[in-house]
């Protein structure tokens, strides 16, 4: 910091030093560069009295300091352009009301304001050219690197690899028409991203920076696939969504993820109808150690609820997502509470206490195979679970409930996904009984989240293989964490009670697919260095995963991420006898009774390897209709 204040005060003082020099200059030129009349020596020092204090105030007022020579920009120039025309109409009229212009020539007042600017400006970027040659230089032995977009994310990485010696930037690469042949700081764009694997050969390029944070799926797979068979390591920089207005630098560069091969457009929030129902509220999160739970709580706080209640039965992750958001700048209490939601009396206590305004239910068991093995705790978690904490927010009278499902639940071939859609069956039921609103939000797999496929594939590609696919064509909607975080926030606006918000998922994605797409990017190649082995689909799974039944006939919101399906009610009367079976059955540890519930509380549910004496009862038919809200 002194020795940035050190270099400042030289440079101010070399800029006061023009100001005499250019007035001189002034003067020389208005008398043809011969020697200055000593008549004029009087008004020569004058002038230089009152130009003098008055463009030090400029130059300073202006910012014309906060810059550094070696990285001056137009910015920079544009700053101390208007601090001298500044400067000198303030020297200009000091001078004119102190003696009315008297002995100074009117062209002086004239040259002197663009001779000190060429002087000052001309000092900077003769510094800055002969920094950049150096620079260059000492870059000759750092990778070459070629660019991929010429836009204003390639322009602003330019700017940071020049001032940085992680890299010499070779090339760009874009395929807009008008960029062809253009430069940016120096870099000549050489062609289109099909041009890549000549450029890299004939370039010898050694590292490839993708500089396009909103580059489509199709791109950055064809990006990488060209990396891929080149040999060349690809990097590229963060989302828009993980800029999130922050600098675009090299420093900001990563290596290419999964993610950014499934890539989707980011997700613009309605923040007032967001604010509206979270700033200033006590905002209650089930589950908030997970995955899907955590990141709520991170989108959560940005919106400034008064207190953030972070329930969790496991202490570690509860652990974590607290200590995490308490060293934010933040106004919310966080509040962290170590409870198990399937403990009536626990939860009812909290609830009581805390009284939160909305509820974001997202605790669960989630494992497809892991469930399939434990039915009893299954529906322990998922069914009794839930209802512990819808039935505790209407005690304690919260405004909203919001049910965070899964895609699983639409024609149910597992456990997993049969007690979820008891789930959301209970909290459609119990909706209009009470103040509470509930809402439903259903959506596919989450890239990242425990128990999801992408971070086996991780562990077996770092192993050496075999990457395991149970089908050549099963297929899986994803979605990254912080887009299904936002739109639990958005449906939890939209919610009006007993909705079922279906999150559009886009394109199902074949596994095969995205386990060849993670050992690309991993530098390895399919069939030589890693194989992947089909090992069948597992007890409980499907094919591929439907968003919604055919009977919900899905519409259209407010938000184009957001699908309503028309729901399916169910008796609440005949929901209550067969939770009291079902209750029956988990405390007798009676998994064929407890599956004869599930599948009359679920026709479709068509459980693999099911026991043959578990019969769907003819009643079931009466139990659930579809009814068109």
Wanted: charged share 20%; net charge positive; proline share 5%.
């Amino acid at each position: 910091m002194q020795l940035f204040r050190l270099k400042s005060a030289v440079i101010f003082i070399h800029d006061l030093l023009w100001v005499s020099v250019a007035i001189f200059l002034a003067y020389w030129f208005r008398f043809n560069l011969s020697t200055v009349p000593v008549d004029h020596y009087a008004s020569l020092w004058m002038l230089c009295y009152f130009a003098v204090p008055s463009h030090a105030l400029t130059f300073w007022l202006f910012g014309c300091y906060r810059g550094i020579w070696r990285f001056a920009s137009l910015p920079d120039l544009w700053r101390l352009l208007r601090a001298v025309a500044v400067g000198a109409a303030i020297a200009s009229a000091l001078y004119f009301l102190y003696a009315r212009f008297a002995g100074v020539p009117r062209s002086v007042i004239v040259l002197y304001p663009i001779l000190l600017f060429f002087g000052v400006s001309t000092s900077r970027v003769a510094y800055r050219m002969l920094k950049t040659h150096h620079f260059s230089l000492e870059r000759e032995d750092k990778p070459r690197a070629l660019i991929v977009g010429a836009g204003h994310a390639g322009d602003s990485l330019i700017r940071d690899v020049l001032q940085h010696k992680a890299y010499t930037p070779v090339a760009l690469v874009d395929d807009h028409p008008a960029k062809q042949g253009t430069e940016l700081h120096g870099v000549r764009v050489m062609g289109k991203i099909t041009q890549l694997p000549e450029l890299i050969n004939s370039l010898n390029i050694q590292v490839v920076l993708i500089a396009m944070p909103s580059a489509p799926r199709s791109v950055m797979d064809e990006i990488t696939t060209i990396c891929a068979k080149q040999h060349i390591p690809c990097r590229t920089l963060p989302s828009m969504v993980e800029l999130a207005g922050g600098r675009v630098e090299v420093s900001r560069l990563r290596p290419v993820t999964v993610n950014d091969l499934l890539g989707r457009d980011p997700v613009q929030l309605d923040k007032g109808a967001v604010n509206a129902y979270i700033a200033g509220k006590c905002i209650a999160v089930t589950g908030g150690g997970g995955s899907i739970g955590s990141e709520l709580c991170r989108h959560l706080v940005k919106h400034n609820p008064a207190k953030l209640l972070i329930l969790e039965s496991n202490e570690f992750n509860l652990y974590r997502i607290e200590r995490e958001l308490s060293k934010q700048p933040i106004q919310t209490k966080i509040i962290p509470v170590l409870v198990d939601i399937r403990v009536k009396d626990s939860v009812e206590y909290i609830f009581n206490r805390y009284r939160p305004d909305t509820v974001f239910h997202s605790a669960a068991y989630k494992h497809v195979p892991m469930v399939e093995l434990n039915t009893v705790e299954a529906v322990r978690n998922n069914v009794f679970g839930t209802k512990v904490v819808a039935d505790a927010a209407v005690k304690s009278r919260a405004s909203i409930f919001v049910q965070v499902s899964t895609d699983k639940t639409v024609n149910p071939a597992n456990v997993m996904g049969a007690t979820k859609r008891i789930a959301e069956i209970y909290c459609q039921t119990i909706n209009g009984e009470s103040e509470t609103q509930f809402v439903t939000t259903r959506f596919g797999n989450v890239l990242g989240s425990a128990g999801s496929v992408v971070p086996l594939f991780e562990q077996q590609i770092k192993t050496g293989g075999p990457v395991t696919v149970t089908h050549p064509e099963i297929t899986r909607y994803f979605m990254t964490i912080p887009e299904a975080a936002s739109l639990i926030l958005q449906a939890g606006a939209m919610g009006k009670g007993g909705e079922i918000f279906v999150l559009d998922m886009g394109k199902p994605v074949k596994i095969r697919e995205l386990a060849e797409n993670m050992i690309r990017l991993c530098g390895l190649e399919l069939g030589k260095d890693i194989n992947i082995e089909y090992i069948g689909l597992r007890p409980g799974e499907k094919m591929h995963e439907e968003l919604f039944y055919s009977k919900e006939n899905l519409v259209g919101t407010g938000h184009p991420k957001l699908l309503l399906a028309n729901c399916i009610s169910c008796c609440r009367k005949n929901l209550q006898q067969e939770l009291a079976l079902l209750s029956q059955g988990v405390s007798t540890f009676d998994e064929k009774s407890i599956l004869n519930c599930i599948a009359r509380l679920v026709p479709e549910f068509t459980r693999q390897g099911n026991p043959e004496n578990v019969i769907p009862l003819n009643s079931s038919t009466e139990l659930v209709r579809a009814v068109n809200k």
